[in-house]
């Protein structure tokens, strides 16, 4: 008993750092907004209410009320999203998004493989382009001329482990649909893309689950952080998905060495 209460002294220690630290940095987690809700009952209750954009900082923005809160962040060329929400929400969402930007979505990335943050993958997918039309790159026309086949949809990232969960390695079958199952994985501690800004995508493993992400928007100062820190509740450690305490607390002080300016 003493041993589980001095780790959960240590849990609660490390999340009051992080809210010391949201001063600069700003977090955008799944939670909804001053809501605390369990996970299964966000899915159900998603279709309900209105879906709700809000600026964050710098190129970045937060969209509420479809599902999981979803990342939006606008660069120079392109969108990219962290987490699609459920898919009953999905043209709410595409629509928030084109109301701060007619650029096209080429990225979708999943911090979990949780209904709430994957459910709108294919919809948000076929809205974006893995390459622009004619009409914005002529690569587009290249790629028929030379006979390649080259793929539509933006691509949708995650962790490998969140590609395990959905889909059925191991033959049984599968918990979510195919077209709605990461298209691009990785594997190591890190990921980077390049959207006007620096875009880092982190591994933290045995968090929520053994396939979290959390995604630092490097210039706007912003970090999606999933369902890895909430100021709404208790947090949500999934053990039969290879979640656990330590691996929260492990993942918290990562993110605040990403917070704490240099």
Same mark, same amino acid.
């Given at each position: 008993?003493?041993?589980?209460?001095?780790?959960?002294?240590?849990?609660?220690?490390?999340?009051?750092?992080?809210?010391?630290?949201v001063?600069?940095?700003?977090?955008?987690?799944?939670q909804?907004?001053?809501?605390?809700?369990?996970?299964?009952?966000?899915?159900?209750?998603?279709g309900?209410?209105?879906?709700?954009?809000?600026?964050?900082?710098?190129?970045?923005?937060?969209?509420?009320?479809?599902?999981?809160?979803?990342?939006?962040?606008?660069?120079?060329?392109?969108?990219?999203?962290?987490?699609?929400?459920?898919?009953?929400?999905?043209?709410?969402?595409?629509?928030?998004?084109?109301?701060?930007?007619?650029?096209h979505?080429?990225?979708?990335?999943?911090?979990?493989?949780?209904?709430?943050?994957?459910?709108?993958?294919?919809?948000?997918?076929?809205?974006?382009? %893995?390459?622009?039309?004619? #009409? !914005? $790159?002529? @690569?587009?026309?290249?790629g028929?001329?030379?006979?390649l086949? +080259?793929?539509?949809?933006?691509?949708?990232?995650a962790?490998?482990n969140?590609?395990?969960?959905?889909?059925?390695?191991?033959?049984?079958?599968?918990?979510?649909?195919?077209?709605?199952?990461?298209?691009?994985?990785?594997?190591?501690?890190?990921?980077?893309?390049?959207?006007?800004?620096?875009?880092?995508?982190?591994?933290?493993?045995?968090?929520?689950?053994?396939?979290?992400?959390?995604?630092?928007?490097?210039?706007s100062?912003?970090?999606?952080?999933?369902?890895?820190f909430?100021?709404?509740?208790?947090?949500?450690i999934? %053990?039969d998905?290879?979640? #656990? !305490? $330590?691996? @929260?607390?492990?993942?918290?002080?990562?993110?605040?060495?990403? +917070?704490?300016?240099?």
């Amino acid at each position: 008993m003493k041993r589980n209460v001095r780790v959960f002294t240590s849990a609660l220690r490390v999340a009051l750092m992080v809210v010391f630290l949201v001063g600069t940095a700003r977090l955008v987690s799944a939670q909804e907004n001053q809501q605390a809700r369990d996970p299964s009952q966000r899915d159900e209750k998603a279709g309900h209410g209105k879906v709700e954009l809000l600026h964050v900082q710098g190129n970045v923005y937060m969209i509420a009320g479809a599902g999981a809160n979803i990342t939006v962040q606008v660069g120079n060329e392109f969108v990219i999203v962290v987490d699609s929400g459920v898919p009953q929400k999905s043209e709410e969402v595409l629509a928030a998004i084109r109301s701060v930007t007619d650029k096209h979505i080429l990225f979708v990335i999943d911090t979990s493989a949780d209904d709430d943050h994957t459910g709108g993958n294919e919809n948000l997918s076929k809205a974006g382009w %893995a390459l622009p039309n004619e #009409s !914005i $790159n002529p @690569l587009s026309n290249w790629g028929t001329q030379s006979g390649l086949t +080259l793929p539509s949809g933006a691509s949708i990232i995650a962790h490998i482990n969140v590609l395990n969960r959905m889909s059925a390695p191991d033959g049984k079958q599968s918990a979510a649909p195919q077209n709605r199952w990461p298209t691009d994985t990785y594997e190591t501690d890190s990921w980077r893309l390049y959207n006007g800004e620096g875009v880092f995508i982190y591994h933290s493993p045995n968090a929520h689950t053994d396939g979290d992400s959390y995604v630092l928007f490097r210039k706007s100062d912003v970090v999606s952080v999933g369902d890895i820190f909430t100021l709404a509740s208790y947090p949500v450690i999934k %053990a039969d998905q290879g979640g #656990s !305490i $330590n691996g @929260l607390i492990d993942a918290l002080n990562d993110i605040i060495a990403l +917070l704490e300016p240099p």
